[in-house]
T-cell receptor, first 113, second 116 residues
Framework: GAGVSQTPSNKVTEKGKYVELRCDPI?????LYWYRQSLGQGPEFLIY????????DSGLPNDRFFAVRPEGSVSTLKIQRTERGDSAVYLC???????????FGQGTRLTVV | AQSVTQLDSQVPVFEEAPVELRCNYS??????LFWYVQYPNQGLQLLLK??????LVKGINGFEAEFNKSQTSFHLRKPSVHISDTAEYFC??????????????FGPGTSLSVIP
């Protein structure tokens, strides 16, 4: 597609539920990043994929968070047993081969009630 | 670990006036530096980047930034702002020495409000 697409744009879920957030990167981009942005703060790094593998997952806050990119294109961020503190905008970005000239999607606003 | 400080959380400025948004980063032997802009209800967009070479970097929409290694700063400037520049601006840094491409660390952001 023309840009990075994230779905859904908004997600409201109950505490304790499982959620999946999807990212469709720009076609041909091998690098894919997930960030989390809380209100009034800058984006916080979660995980970076180069192709199908996670090159750096040091930003995942705990084992409730997991991300996959099985075919090196679409990625899914999975959050188990959601907590109210998980509420944030989750941003996805992609770049041609790794580099900060990444293109960001508009994010998924997750609200845990 | 790298970190980024943006001392001004909000900067109001009159239209057509100059503006400077300040950014300081934690010291390192070498860094890559970036400014991103986030317009209301839109995604992050790269304004400019410093990787190496000239310390004065020009970006889109008339913005420029100057890398100052001794002061570990990368301030963003524009000589004359427009209403359309109202947005959140994020300074970011990454470490070019990592074997795989490194994550980008963002600052907390500066909200620029241009007053008519």
């Amino acid at each position: 597609g023309a840009g990075v697409s994230q779905t859904p744009s908004n997600k409201v879920t109950e505490k304790g539920k499982y959620v999946e957030l999807r990212c469709d990167p720009i076609s041909g981009h091998t690098a894919l990043y997930w960030y989390r942005q809380s209100l009034g703060q800058g984006p916080e790094f979660l995980i970076y994929f180069q192709g199908t593998g996670a090159a750096d997952d040091s930003g995942l806050p705990n084992d409730r968070f997991f991300a996959v990119r099985p075919e090196g294109s679409v990625s899914t961020l999975k959050i188990q047993r959601t907590e109210r503190g998980d509420s944030a905008v989750y941003l996805c970005a992609s770049s041609l081969k790794g580099g900060a000239s990444a293109f960001f999607g508009q994010g998924t606003r997750l609200t845990v009630v | 670990a790298q970190s980024v400080t943006q001392l001004d959380s909000q900067v109001p400025v009159f239209e057509e006036a100059p503006v400077e948004l300040r950014c300081n980063y934690s010291s390192s032997v070498s860094v890559y530096l970036f400014w991103y802009v986030q317009y209301p209800n839109q995604g992050l967009q790269l304004l400019l980047k410093y990787l190496s070479g000239s310390t004065l970097v020009k970006g889109i929409n008339g913005f420029e930034a100057e890398f100052n290694k001794s002061q570990t700063s990368f301030h963003l400037r524009k000589p004359s702002v427009h209403i359309s520049d109202t947005a959140e601006y994020f300074c970011a840094v990454s470490d070019p020495k990592k074997t795989s491409y490194d994550k980008v660390i963002f600052g907390p952001g500066t909200s620029l409000s241009v007053i008519p």
